[in-house]
């Protein structure tokens, strides 16, 4: 057993003997590999060895949460602090026991070997995705590859010992045919194996290559074909502003639309913790509650909020296994194929835009779902359903609740986006929707 | 821990590293969440490893640990080195310095409360708001207050150890009528300072006047009826956010050359224009100071153990000096301008503003109007974003209010300000002498890393400019 390991199950001790209760503890042994490169060379490689506890627990009706990964500390006298802080406290909203049921789990997948050696390989498929981009027309490359391997345990003063182990690979990669003239794509998988690095080095290669004799943007409403990249940062807005903790604090759009219609009967939204391929790959929640596949939005209606226990409580339902530490959030986001081929999406506009990708989405008004984003990478004119001329300088300008009403169709090739501007691994398609404002500045 | 660092630093150079240096960090605080005057998450954090960065046959590699004793960091000391190996790189070639050894200690003047004290005292800012507007319904709060200690040893003799108090604040407050709609406010306040911010900043008054403020938005506020050209009068409080994001950022010189091409991006500025191309009006100069004590972006050292100093990035219109690492200051044959730093130790220093801002003049706001015919006068925000090259970007006004014929007039909502860099630059034609600071958290970087900064400015002027 490890020192940390050794060190939480003193603490979880500790704490009861003071009269803590609902106790839980997780865990975390990461081992991060991180290759950056840009100009076409590796700028840093990182490697970093993490271990890490969260802590929650209740002392007479009231939560605290912590969080160490200072492996030497004395479990004695944090608990001893910890306890003192607790005792300050008089109230808290709602108050939730953590439950002792034994639940089943879906097994432990564990990482191949592959993916064990992740600080061997990633600097080669690095120099691999940087000379491979540079076969064409494309002059110059930068992005990122990660590793991560996460061996989780949470522990529980209600009997709970569990564990995971859980991987990502990222790659996040633009490619540059001229200064200003760029295409991007972003791919993420749980295995090195299923890294499609191919994939994500053509289709950055390939809007780059066309992105090139710009033409300042016409601020004005247009139909739209979203690529997987700025769709997923798009849904992934959308499923987050679905946790009850963001609807209790004021930050969501959808306060008062459960079960209600908030976007185009196209548009299916879920999560899949049990896709075995996912990063987001996990058996249990921070409370222990086996995960779920669940649809989030299903055919445009808001289905459910994602809850832990606390908020499920004081929302009179039940938990829907999304708990981390402190509030829920979703593993990973799925946006349902529709039927559309990918040749044939573009048909369907006779004037529009293909925009590829975006960053800097800001809300003006969370509870309204005003908002705004920065579109970058590739804003192309589509005419009679052909792309006719790369343009440069729109932002997305729209309402959250107009933009998912204005889906209208699907392609049915998902894509797994994870980067900078997407958190959450996003299984994104592209899509068409009608009538959305571009603006831009003069 | 010293002893522990110089192990390291020997044992790289036995290896036959060119340079090693060991960042020791260790963050320990509480923090506290309200949500309508009642408590929703305590707790606290104790965080410590150190950040090993070695460079090895002219390639640079880094790694991190947070189990400290000498055998661990020994072994991770060969993982930076291994891993630099392994990845080809341009050569690394770091400006010179001379070794530093020092302490720097900022104490807080007003302790920490207890967490008692604090639930108590912000439940009565609570009331305060509800009090000034009850039709505030969503009311957060969050607060911090964090220990930090660094200590910094490399292989050119340097040993510098800085510690200081970090306090952050935030609220987010929305007021809801069910005729006139929604409105929100985001305030968020801190710095390397004690519990005497809350006095300082007079945050119960602050507050007060946010919620009456945000009561007049729904009373008052109408759409703008003409849009078109606008002279625009600007508070601080976004002129601090656009020295930020129009300059600090594009004058990062990591930025423009191009390492942050696929996340942040890159930047409108290129090194040929220093001290030649004339960016902005006249009176418009901007800078970077990290030794504005207390301030968010407060250090004496940053995290390469360079001294830290003021930076001009933009005088009068031209652009004179971008940010600096010791890594691009050696490819650049110049000296590192102390611009480094890391959110953790488990983090590569990267190039980072600290307290950007732009430099005040003479002008009041009451002279500003009087010379406006027909003008906006933004005075907060809700929205903002800019591009990846720092070029076009959009401001929304919370508060704004149009002036006619020198006068402040009706108050407007959902203004927006989309203008490029350029145009705004150089439109200035008016500085205030009322600089304010915000504290802001600066994203940069793969793992994206947050820094506590400040923002500055002064209320401005801008000229013609197209409102939305």
């Known amino acids: ?442 | 821990m010293e002893e522990e660092l110089r192990s390291v630093i020997d044992y790289g150079l036995s290896q036959g590293a060119k340079y090693v240096e060991a960042r020791y960090q260790l963050l320990t605080g509480n923090f506290l969440s309200m949500k309508n005057g009642i408590v929703d998450n305590v707790g606290n954090y104790n965080i410590r490893g150190v950040g090993i960065r070695v460079i090895f046959e002219n390639s640079i590699g880094f790694s991190s640990t947070n189990i400290i004793n000498k055998e661990n960091l020994i072994s991770t000391c060969n993982k930076a080195i291994k891993i630099a190996k392994a990845a080809k790189k341009r050569t690394v070639k770091f400006d010179s310095w001379r070794d530093y050894r020092d302490t720097c200690i900022v104490k807080p003047k007003i302790e920490y409360r207890s967490i008692e004290d604090i639930v108590n005292e912000f439940k009565e800012y609570d009331k305060r708001i509800v009090e000034n507007e009850n039709r505030t319904v969503f009311r957060v709060f969050f607060i911090s207050k964090t220990e930090e200690e660094k200590l910094f040893i490399n292989s050119e003799g340097s040993v510098i150890e800085q510690k200081w108090p970090i306090i952050s604040l935030f609220a987010s407050l929305v007021a809801v009528d069910h005729q006139k709609g929604f409105v929100q406010r985001f305030l968020q306040d801190g710095g390397k300072k004690g519990w005497e911010i809350i006095h300082e900043i007079e945050y119960e008054e602050k507050l007060k006047s946010e919620a009456k403020m945000l009561g007049k938005i729904l009373n008052e506020a109408e759409t703008l009826k003409e849009k078109g050209e606008y002279d625009v009068i600007i508070d601080g409080e976004i002129t601090g956010l656009i020295s930020h994001e129009s300059c600090g950022h594009p004058f990062e010189a990591d930025r423009i050359l191009g390492r942050e091409a696929a996340q942040g991006g890159e930047s409108y500025l290129n090194l040929n224009m220093l001290n030649k191309e004339k960016i902005g009006s006249e009176i418009l100069s901007i800078a970077d100071d990290p030794t504005i004590e207390k301030a968010s972006g407060f250090y004496v050292y940053d995290d390469e153990g360079v001294p830290a100093r003021k930076r001009y990035l933009i005088k009068n219109g031209v652009p004179t000096e971008v940010l600096l690492n010791r890594e691009y200051a050696g490819y650049l044959s110049t000296k590192s301008n102390s611009a480094a730093r890391a959110t953790y130790y488990y983090n590569e220093p990267l190039i980072r503003m600290a307290n950007t801002y732009i430099e005040p003049r003479d002008f009041t706001v009451e002279e500003m109007i009087e010379d406006v015919k027909k003008g906006i006068y933004l005075k907060s925000y809700m929205e903002w974003n800019i591009d990846d090259r720092r070029w076009n970007q959009k401001y929304t006004g919370l508060e704004c209010y149009l002036i006619e014929n020198g006068k402040i007039k009706q108050m407007v909502k959902n203004v927006a300000l989309e203008i490029t860099t350029g145009h705004l630059f150089k439109n200035i034609d008016a500085i205030g002498k009322d600089l304010k600071f915000t504290p802001g958290n600066c994203g940069k970087g793969e793992p994206m890393q947050g820094i506590p900064v400040w923002f500055g400015g002064p209320t401005i002027r801008v000229r013609k400019v197209w409102i939305k």
């Open chain 1, 1 to 442: 057993m490890s020192e940390i390991d050794k060190k939480a199950e003193e603490l979880l001790l500790a704490l009861q003997k003071k009269g803590a209760e609902d106790i839980i503890i997780k865990i975390s042994k990461t081992e991060d590999v991180l290759i950056r490169y840009a100009n076409n060379e590796v700028t840093i490689p990182i490697y970093n060895e993490e271990s890490h506890i969260e802590l929650r627990f209740g002392y007479r009706n009231v939560v605290l949460l912590s969080s160490i990964n200072n492996v030497l500390f004395d479990a004695e006298k944090t608990s001893e602090e910890l306890i003192k802080i607790a005792s300050q406290l008089k109230e808290q909203e709602v108050y939730v026991k953590i439950p002792s049921t034994k639940y089943n789990y879906v097994p432990i997948l564990d990482v191949d070997e592959e993916t064990k050696r992740i600080s061997e390989l990633l600097p080669g498929i690095a120099e691999n995705v940087i000379n491979e981009s540079l076969k064409g027309r494309i002059k110059k490359v930068a992005g990122t590859l990660e590793g991560k391997i996460e061996k989780i345990r949470v522990i529980t003063s209600t009997g709970y010992d569990l564990q995971d182990i859980r991987s990502l690979i990222m790659l996040n990669h633009r490619c540059f045919s001229n200064s200003t003239s760029t295409g991007q794509w972003a791919y993420c998988s749980r295995s090195v194996k299923d890294l499609d690095y191919n994939l994500v080095v053509e289709k950055a290669a390939q809007i780059a290559e066309i992105n090139v004799n710009q033409k300042k943007i016409e601020p004005g409403n247009y139909d739209v074909i979203f690529s997987p990249m700025i769709f997923a940062s798009l849904m992934e807005h959308a499923a987050s502003a679905t946790s009850a903790y963001s609807v209790e604090l004021g930050l969501s759009f959808f306060i008062g639309k459960l079960n209600t219609k908030v976007a185009s009967n196209k548009l299916t939204l879920y999560e899949d913790p049990h896709d075995p391929k996912s990063p987001a790959y996990s058996r249990f929640d921070d409370e222990c509650i086996p995960t779920r596949k669940k649809e989030i939005i299903k055919d445009g209606i808001l289905v459910t909020y994602l809850h832990n226990l606390r908020t499920a409580k004081k929302f009179g339902t039940e938990t829907t296994g999304n708990a981390g530490i402190v509030f829920p959030t979703p593993f990973n986001v799925h946006v349902k194929e529709g039927d559309y081929k990918e040749g044939e999406i573009f048909k369907e506009v006779k004037k529009g835009l293909f925009l590829l990708n975006n960053w800097y989405l800001r809300f003006q008004n969370y509870v309204t779902g005003d908002f705004s984003t920065i579109l970058r990478d590739g804003i192309f004119l589509i005419e009679n359903g052909e792309i006719k001329q790369a343009l440069y300088g729109g932002r997305l300008s729209e309402n959250y609740l107009n933009l998912l009403n204005s889906i209208e169709g699907l392609t049915n090739i998902k894509y797994p986006i994870k980067w900078w501007e997407v958190n959450i691994p996003t299984y994104s398609t592209y899509a068409l929707a009608r009538n959305l404002r571009i603006t831009t500045a003069e």
